[in-house]
């Protein structure tokens, strides 16, 4: 179902139309509406399949990178993980009217802070259709309209998306305007999002650093930061053998295209000839190429020598930069130097450096003894996710339905009046 609408800004202001309707949907509704679109999705398999199947040839041919690909890849199994995830969101608790905050004040004026939606979510992102449901989803269950921008290389796998859903929400007379896409309308389109202020509540950037800075920089709608992940991994003097390998070879291996992949593994000296070896060996066998310092080089089997712009870089896929540090000192400090602020984890059996890790580094995510890979929204629960915000305002980490809640207060009263 194509919107008659004719330019970017007229879908938005139907966008924001919507959302006024959208945003009094009661618990059953929106749960239903969400219901219906995972059965839309399943039934348009085909169609979602060769649209993207059309995306991921044009992809090849014009050099989109082997992660991006992978990104990009809806085969049927992952539609039917969409449609699942589109399930979970269902049967989530409403975040909209929850009792943040009561009082009553001494002239008997009582205050209540409740949740409430934003209004009119928007969306830029590239190559990452799952993106196109988690977010409509979620917009849509926390009472929002959504406007996305899903990029040139996956424009047919969108639209198909795009079609379902709102033919879903056609069917359950429910406005079909409050998802929009603003695709077919290319840069111009997503200049026109980042300027609609007034229209867009609030703007979510998903992708490379290079489109959320651009984001971030050229946004007069106010921007959720999502961020690049340089993650890392410490290995402390005490990381038993097993878990280091295991966690490791999971962080970097399961799925290398992903923000919450391994990019740097920090290994404390004294546990360096145990631990390095071992590590090292099975990345090798996962065909990971290691970049190493001069002490990880002299310990391991084909690792290529690390330059410094290995600890900044965000593979993406199977590479992984790592370093011998003198102390959890040391450690911390090269944390504080190259992270993204996105995730990183310590690999320890002493309770006292768990402790100084968690308390010490300022990421989104913390973690100590398990895969930096559960840095995400479905594995915490929240049934998919927005993004995940690397910065400290309003939301930070993986972003699920309350992060798409403002708040008003409610005063009820009876005559008073100021002195």
């Not at 703007?203 to 959720?224: D, K, M, N, W, Y």
């Not at 790592?322 to 059996?349: C, G, K, P």
Request: net charge negative; hydrophobic share 45%.
């Amino acid at each position: 179902m194509t919107t008659t609408a004719t330019t970017a800004r007229e879908r938005m202001l139907l966008a924001k139309s919507a959302a006024r309707t959208i945003g009094l949907l009661s618990d059953a509704e929106k749960h239903d509406a969400l219901l219906a679109i995972a059965r839309a999705i399943e039934d348009a398999t085909p169609a979602i399949v060769a649209a993207n199947r059309e995306d991921l040839d044009r992809g090849r041919e014009t050099g989109l990178s082997a992660a991006l690909q992978d990104r990009l890849r809806l085969d049927e199994p992952r539609v039917a993980a969409l449609a699942a995830a589109v399930r979970d969101i269902a049967d989530l608790p409403d975040p909209v009217g929850r009792v943040l905050d009561e009082r009553t004040l001494p002239n008997g004026v009582e205050l209540t802070k409740v949740s409430v939606p934003f209004g009119v979510v928007g969306s830029i992102y590239e190559a990452r259709p799952n993106v196109t449901v988690d977010i409509a989803a979620l917009a849509l269950r926390s009472g929002n309209a959504v406007v996305l921008r899903g990029g040139s290389a996956a424009e047919l796998t969108n639209a198909a998306l795009v079609h379902a859903m709102r033919l879903a929400l056609s069917a359950e007379g429910i406005d079909p305007e409050a998802i929009q896409t603003v695709d077919d309308f290319g840069r111009d389109g997503a200049r026109e999002l980042m300027h609609a202020r007034g229209i867009v509540d609030v703007l979510v950037p998903r992708g490379s650093a290079q489109l959320i800075e651009t984001v971030v920089t050229e946004s007069s709608v106010p921007v959720i930061e999502t961020g690049a992940g340089v993650v890392h991994i410490v290995l402390d003097e005490s990381a038993p053998l097993e878990w280091a390998r295991e966690i490791v070879v999971n962080a970097k291996v399961q799925r290398p295209s992903v923000c919450n992949s391994v990019e740097t593994v920090l290994i404390h000296r004294a546990a360096a000839e145990r631990l390095v070896p071992p590590v090292v060996a099975a990345l090798n066998e996962q065909g990971v190429t290691v970049h190493g310092d001069p002490e990880i080089v002299r310990l391991g089997d084909a690792v290529v020598p690390a330059t410094e712009e290995d600890w900044s870089t965000e593979y993406l896929s199977l590479d992984v930069a790592m370093r011998v540090v003198d102390d959890l000192d040391d450690a911390l400090e090269h944390i504080r130097r190259y992270s993204t602020h996105h995730t990183e984890s310590i690999i320890t059996q002493d309770a006292a450096n768990t402790e100084r890790f968690l308390a010490e580094v300022d990421s989104a995510v913390v973690m100590a003894n398990t895969s930096t890979r559960f840095t995400d929204g479905g594995e915490f629960g929240f049934g998919a996710e927005v993004g995940i915000s690397t910065q400290k305002l309003h939301a930070r980490g993986p972003m699920g339905l309350a992060e798409l809640t403002s708040t008003k207060w409610l005063a009820r009263g009876f005559g008073q009046v100021r002195h």
